[in-house]
């Protein structure tokens, strides 16, 4: 156990529709991260957050959006689901900003929740 | 802008076999460099990190030496298992970057008894 917690591990549902994951940091940490990874773009990384404020997006849809709580917990809400995202996405945290060639920052990833839209 | 290159798969190894997966990267500052392992139905779990050059990262018989002259961080082992069929994921991270992370696309391993 990674102390990562995601919700749900498996999910099926149609095209068109709308489902929101969940991830839970390890105790203590403050950053969040989301990651899809697809059979055929490998692990691509979507956004982070670092104690509840936006940090960083990389190749996230307009469809796709998250947000950090108070309690530091993430969700991801995907809509208008297309069969192109099938997929697993990982939640990751670490520790937060620690500045430059910091070793304390290490990501820790969460088993995954996998996607199929059918 | 910070990237990571590595050695395309599969690899496939016979058991005992010496492993070498390359992992050059790019980086505008001084990034801490990791090797992570996925196994078959799990998550990415980190392997080794090094955090400045000449750092040499080791665990489980896996060892990569950061190399800042020729910006490399090749992972090797000595005699794989067949256990360590897995994907392997370099990735750095920079601090005056937010502590992005910056992953390579894996390198897929078999290795067969």
């Known amino acids: 156990d990674s102390g990562v917690t995601q919700t749900p591990k498996h999910l099926i549902t149609a095209t068109g529709q709308r489902v929101t994951l969940r991830c839970s940091p390890r105790s203590g940490d403050l950053s969040v991260y989301w990651y899809q990874q697809s059979l055929d773009q490998g692990l691509q990384f979507l956004i982070q957050?670092?104690?509840?404020?936006?940090?960083a997006k990389g190749n996230i849809l307009e469809r796709f959006s998250a947000q950090q709580f108070p309690d530091l917990h993430s969700e991801l809400n995907l809509s208008s689901l297309e069969l192109g995202d099938s997929a697993l996405y990982f939640c990751?945290?670490?520790?937060?900003?620690?500045?430059?060639?910091?070793?304390?920052?290490?990501?820790?990833f969460g088993a995954g929740s996998r996607l199929t839209v059918l | 802008g910070d990237s990571v290159t590595q050695m395309e798969g599969p690899v496939t190894l016979s058991e005992e076999a010496f492993l070498t997966i390359n992992c050059t990267y790019t980086?505008?500052?001084?990034?801490?460099l990791f090797w992570y392992v996925q196994y078959p139905g799990e998550g990415l779990q980190l392997l080794l990190k090094?955090?400045?050059?000449?750092d040499k990262g080791s665990n489980k018989g896996f060892e990569a030496t950061y190399r800042k002259e020729t910006t490399s961080f090749h992972l090797e082992k000595g005699s794989v298992q067949v256990s360590d069929s897995a994907v392997y994921f370099c990735a750095l991270s920079e601090g005056n970057t937010g502590n992005q992370f910056y992953f390579g696309t894996g390198t897929s391993l078999t290795v067969i008894p």
């Open positions: 980086a505008t500052g001084y990034p801490s």
């Open positions: 990751a945290s670490s520790l937060g900003n620690q500045g430059p060639g910091s070793g304390a920052n290490v990501l820790t």
């Open positions: 957050y670092y104690n509840g404020e936006e940090r």
């Open positions: 090094a955090t400045k050059a000449d």
